[in-house]
C-alpha cells in the first residue's frame, strides 16, 4: 500500500467467526462505524472443509433442520448488538476463509478489515492464526486486529517504526485515520556493548538517536505537519 486514504472510511468489514474472541472486535467495528459514520458489513466465511454441518442449505426453512449461517449470524448480532444491529449488513458466503474475505473486500469497496486474534495465551503471546494472517499479508487495505475491550474512542496511539518506507505508510495511514490522536513514534534498539557502558552513556546514545533518527523520518514531506507536531518519539 504506497498511498492510504487521507480520509476516514466509508466502509468498514467486519471479519467474524461468531466465536466469543471476535465479540471485542465487533464492540470496536461498531464505535468506528459511528464515529466515522461508515457502513458496516460484517461477514462470515463457512470453511466447507472444517464445518459441514453448517454448509449452506437451500431448502425452505423448516423446524427439521439447523437455522441456516446467515440466520444464526444475524440472530447472534441481534442478541449483542439490539437495535443496533439493524444498520449492520450481513454477508455469508462459503470458501477458504482468508481469500474469501479478501475478496468481499475486494468487491464490497472496504476501506478498513476489522477482526480478532485467535487466541491470548495465559504468558501473553498472541496468535492471531490462519486466517488473519492471511488477511494482512494479502490485504490492500489496513487490517485491525482488535485484542482490548473497546471502552472508548482511541485516544493516544503508539505506531512502532523501524524508520522503513513500510513504517512511514504505518504512520501516514494511522495518522490519515485518527487525526488529533496523541502519536508517538517507537523504535526499539539493541545498544551494541552495552554492558560496557554506564547508565548515562547509554541514555545518551538512545536520546541521540531518537534525536536524530526520529527528526529524519518525520522530515518526509508526505508527513503532516500537524502529525510532526503531535508526534511524541520513543526509543527502548
Same mark, same amino acid.
Given at each position: ?62 423446524? +427439521? ?11 447472534? &448480532?441481534?442478541?449483542? $448488538?439490539? =437495535? %443496533? !444491529?439493524? /444498520? ?66 482511541? +485516544? ?11 513504517? &512511514?505508510?504505518?504512520? $501516514?495511514? =494511522? %495518522? !490519515?485515520? /485518527? ?58
Amino acid at each position: 500500500m504506497t498511498h492510504p486514504r487521507l480520509a476516514p472510511p466509508h466502509k468498514i468489514l467486519l471479519a467474524t467467526d461468531l466465536s466469543c474472541r471476535c465479540d471485542r472486535a465487533l464492540d470496536r467495528a461498531v464505535q468506528l462505524a459511528k464515529e466515522w459514520q461508515a457502513e458496516l458489513i460484517a461477514a462470515y466465511v463457512v470453511d466447507p472443509d472444517q464445518s459441514r454441518q453448517y454448509r449452506f442449505d437451500r431448502t425452505p426453512a423448516s423446524w +427439521r433442520r439447523l437455522p441456516s449461517p446467515v440466520e444464526r449470524m444475524r440472530w447472534r &448480532l441481534k442478541r449483542d $448488538l439490539g =437495535t %443496533s !444491529a439493524e /444498520f449492520i449488513r450481513v454477508i455469508v458466503e462459503e470458501g477458504p476463509p482468508g481469500e474469501t474475505l479478501l475478496s468481499i473486500a475486494a468487491r464490497e469497496g472496504c476501506d478498513l478489515i476489522v477482526t480478532g486474534i485467535a487466541r491470548d495465551e495465559t504468558l501473553g503471546r498472541m496468535i492471531l492464526g490462519n486466517t488473519v494472517n492471511r488477511l494482512v499479508r494479502g490485504s490492500p487495505v489496513p487490517v485491525l486486529i482488535v485484542h482490548d475491550r473497546a471502552l472508548g474512542a482511541y +485516544r493516544s496511539i503508539v505506531v512502532a517504526t523501524d524508520f522503513s518506507e513500510a513504517s &512511514l505508510q504505518a504512520l $501516514l495511514t =494511522t %495518522s !490519515a485515520l /485518527f487525526p488529533g490522536r496523541d502519536l508517538t513514534l517507537f523504535h526499539a534498539y539493541d545498544v551494541p556493548f552495552s554492558g560496557l557502558l554506564d547508565e548515562r552513556d547509554y541514555v545518551r546514545n538512545l536520546r541521540t538517536m531518537e534525536k536524530e533518527l526520529g527528526a529524519k523520518f518525520l522530515s518526509d514531506e508526505r508527513v503532516d505537519t500537524a502529525v510532526r507536531a503531535s508526534a511524541t518519539l520513543a526509543e527502548v
